[in-house]
């Protein structure tokens, strides 16, 4: 039997289309400004935050540090406010440690709910002017 063909394209946490995260930073597995995946991405880069210096500090502290400019990989270092697509895994682990940065539902990919829960998600959701 054959699989249907998905040509709706990835869906996000809530089962909609995936939105962009960022427009304005190359972020995602893709460096296409969303939090697309596929099976070569091991760190499922699928939850879209907004930085804080609590987090980038926390991040720092587990050896991912995230603020410092990196030319050679065309990475310009993140800053509070900033969007971006984080590990499912490292969202999770800030959000036990308490710094969990908050997130775009619309943005985030479905995958991501194989490591953290929507409930969690949603409690720390960006709310939308």
């Known amino acids: 039997m054959i699989a249907p063909i998905n040509n709706e394209g990835p869906k996000n946490v809530l ?9 304005r930073l190359n972020t995602g597995w893709y460096r296409n400004g969303s939090c697309e995946t596929d099976a ?12 804080t ?17 990196m030319p050679e ?4 270092g993140l800053n ?6 984080l590990c ?3 969202w999770q682990e800030a ?6 940065p908050k997130v775009r539902l619309a943005a985030c990919e479905e995958s991501a709910l194989a490591v953290v829960s929507l409930d969690h998600l ?4 960006i709310v939308e002017q």
């Open 15 to 23: 089962g909609e289309p995936l939105q962009p995260c960022c427009t």
């Open 53 to 69: 210096d609590a987090f980038l500090a926390f991040s720092k502290s587990m050896g991912n540090d995230l603020s410092t400019p």
């Open 40 to 51: 070569n991405d091991g760190g499922r880069h699928v939850i879209c935050a907004q930085m």
């Open 122 to 125: 949603k409690a720390h959701q």
């Open 80 to 85: 509070d406010g900033d969007c971006w697509c």
């Open 73 to 76: 990989y065309n990475f310009p």
């Open 88 to 90: 499912a895994a490292r």
């Open 95 to 100: 959000f036990e440690a308490g710094v969990p």
